[in-house]
C-alpha cells in the first residue's frame, strides 16, 4: 500500500507547461533576439529558471530573470486549476492520511508563483523546488521521505516526464507516469518501466483507490 504521494508540477499536477514556454520565449527574446520554439526550450530543461537563465543570457541573466517571472505571473491566469479531477483526489488522499508532496525542478519564485495561481499550496506537507545547477530530484525525494520518515516502497513519485521515472527508480520509490496532459508522452515513459503509466486521470484514481486506504 501507498502512504505517501509525491508530485511533479508542471504538466502532472497542473497544464503549466504552456506558460513556461511563454514566459521563457520572451524573456530570452528580449535579451537575446532569439525567438525559440517550444522544442529548443524544452531541450534546456533541469535546472531551475534561474540555472536556466544563466546559460541562455549570461551577461544579463539576472534582468532577464526578473522578466521571465514577470511574465510567468502575468500568463498563468491561462492556468488558474489543477488538471480536472485532481483536486478532489487530493482531498481524497488526505481523507485516507496520505502524505503529500511537491518535488519539482522549478526554482521557489516559480514554484510559489504557480501555487499562488493554483490555490492548492495547504494541501501538500512539503515543496520542494530545484537547482540552478541542474537536476536534483533524486535528493529531492530523498528529503521528503526523511521528514515523512516512510521506507521509499510506500512512496510513488508521479511525473509525466522520463526524467522523473528515472529520479524515482534511483531512489527506489514507485514511479507512476502522468501522461494525460496534451504535452507528455506516455511512450516515452513507459520504457522506463514505472509501475503504471496513465492517460487519465481516472484510471489514476482508479490505482489510488487500489494501493491507498484509511491509516490510523
Known amino acids: 500500500m501507498i502512504h505517501g504521494l509525491i508530485f511533479d508540477?508542471?504538466?502532472?499536477?497542473?497544464?503549466?507547461?504552456?506558460?513556461?514556454?511563454v514566459a521563457y520565449r520572451g524573456?530570452?527574446?528580449?535579451?537575446?533576439?532569439?525567438?525559440?520554439?517550444?522544442?529548443?526550450i524544452e531541450v534546456l530543461f533541469g535546472?531551475?529558471?534561474?540555472?536556466?537563465?544563466?546559460?541562455?543570457?549570461?551577461?544579463r541573466w539576472r534582468e532577464c530573470l526578473e522578466l521571465h517571472l514577470e511574465i510567468y505571473d502575468r500568463e498563468h491566469s491561462?492556468?488558474?486549476g489543477l488538471f480536472p479531477g485532481l483536486e478532489p483526489i487530493l482531498h481524497l488522499l488526505r481523507d485516507r492520511n496520505v502524505r503529500l508532496a511537491i518535488v519539482t525542478g522549478k526554482g521557489p519564485r516559480s514554484a510559489e508563483i504557480s501555487l499562488r495561481h493554483l490555490g492548492v499550496r495547504h494541501?501538500?506537507?512539503?515543496?520542494?523546488?530545484?537547482?540552478?545547477?541542474?537536476?536534483i530530484k533524486p535528493v529531492s525525494i530523498r528529503r521528503v521521505l526523511d521528514r515523512w520518515q516512510l521506507?521509499?516502497?510506500?512512496?510513488?513519485?508521479?511525473g509525466d516526464a522520463p526524467y522523473d521515472m528515472r529520479a524515482a527508480n534511483e531512489v527506489g520509490v514507485v514511479a507512476l507516469g502522468a501522461a494525460w496532459a496534451e504535452t507528455a508522452d506516455a511512450s516515452a515513459l513507459s520504457p522506463l518501466e514505472p509501475a503504471a503509466v496513465f492517460t487519465d486521470v481516472e484510471a489514476f484514481k482508479a490505482w489510488l483507490d487500489a494501493h491507498?486506504?484509511?491509516?490510523a
Open 123 to 135: 494541501l501538500f506537507d512539503a515543496v520542494e523546488v530545484g537547482s540552478p545547477e541542474g537536476g
Open 27 to 40: 524573456a530570452i527574446e528580449e535579451f537575446t533576439g532569439r525567438d525559440l520554439s517550444d522544442a529548443e
Open 9 to 21: 508540477l508542471d504538466g502532472t499536477l497542473a497544464d503549466t507547461l504552456p506558460v513556461c514556454f
Open 151 to 158: 521506507p521509499p516502497g510506500r512512496v510513488a513519485y508521479v
Open 78 to 80: 491561462r492556468c488558474t
Open 47 to 59: 535546472p531551475s529558471e534561474e540555472g536556466i537563465i544563466r546559460r541562455a543570457v549570461p551577461d
Open 212 to 215: 491507498t486506504a484509511p491509516r
